[in-house]
T-cell receptor, first 110, second 116 residues
Framework: GENVEQHPSTLSVQEGDSAVIKCTYS??????FPWYKQELGKRPQLIID?????GEKKDQRIAVTLNKTAKHFSLHITETQPEDSAVYFC?????????FGAGTRLFVKA | EAGVVQSPRYKIIEKKQPVAFWCNPI?????LYWYLQNLGQGPELLIR????????DSQLPKDRFSAERLKGVDSTLKIQPAELGDSAVYLC??????????????FGPGTRLLVL
């Protein structure tokens, strides 16, 4: 069946460093790729998304890249801060179906 | 603008008991989703509504789970009887339902269920 693989499952970085989270998807029909941040005990919140007709999108310290040929997309966080510590989920949507990755727990050490 | 509202936030029950979760989507959002989130995993879709119609319930365990969205606004998800393996977070999300298949979903805070 369709799936989204997300790596790494855990990522620890020093404050100020960059963090990269990678996802691959199986269904080439996927055309929308949101990223969600979920702090402990709170709701998943959209932080950035990308549609299949663009290869890269940036919003301040956060950027997402998409390689449709390789069915691969990545989240890049620069100049990480302690408040970036959370679980990050990627997702791939096609039709009205959304498949989420298993999540990456990011720790930013002060 | 108020976000997606869910209640209760936490629920502890004994196995074999019934339980119900309530969700009120963002005003004007026609599409409503119920997701199951196990510890350390991403959300998994249980059911999706377009207005009052359940258009995707293929992942809903229909022997014990049921859902309704009678007036196309708020929704209730029920489990009867609950099993130990049902312990998880139940997330509700909504989207506008107008832009087709690239719509952003907005999540509620979830209901954390513990079955003893």
């Amino acid at each position: 069946g369709e799936n989204v693989e997300q790596h790494p499952s855990t990522l620890s970085v020093q404050e100020g460093d960059s963090a990269v989270i990678k996802c691959t998807y199986s269904d080439s029909a996927s055309n929308y790729f949101p990223w969600y941040k979920q702090e402990l005990g709170k709701r998943p919140q959209l932080i950035i998304d990308i549609r299949s007709n663009v290869g890269e999108k940036k919003d301040q310290r956060i950027a997402v890249t998409l390689n449709k040929t390789a069915k691969h997309f990545s989240l890049h966080i620069t100049e990480t801060q302690p408040e970036d510590s959370a679980v990050y989920f990627c997702a791939a949507q096609w039709g009205f179906k959304t498949i989420f990755g298993a999540g990456t727990r990011l720790f930013v050490k002060a | 603008e108020a976000g997606v509202v869910q209640s209760p936030r936490y629920k502890i029950i004994e196995k074999k008991q019934p339980v119900a979760f309530w969700c009120n989507p963002i005003s004007g959002h026609n599409t409503l989703y119920w997701y199951l989130q196990n510890l350390g995993q991403g959300p998994e879709l249980l059911i999706r509504y377009e207005n009052e119609e359940a258009v995707d319930d293929s992942q809903l365990p229909k022997d014990r789970f049921s859902a309704e969205r009678l007036k196309g606004v708020d929704s209730t998800l029920k489990i009867q009887p609950a099993e130990l393996g049902d312990s998880a977070v139940y997330l509700c999300a909504s989207s506008l339902g107008e832009a087709g298949d690239q719509e952003t979903q907005y999540f509620g805070p979830g209901t954390r269920l513990l079955v003893l």
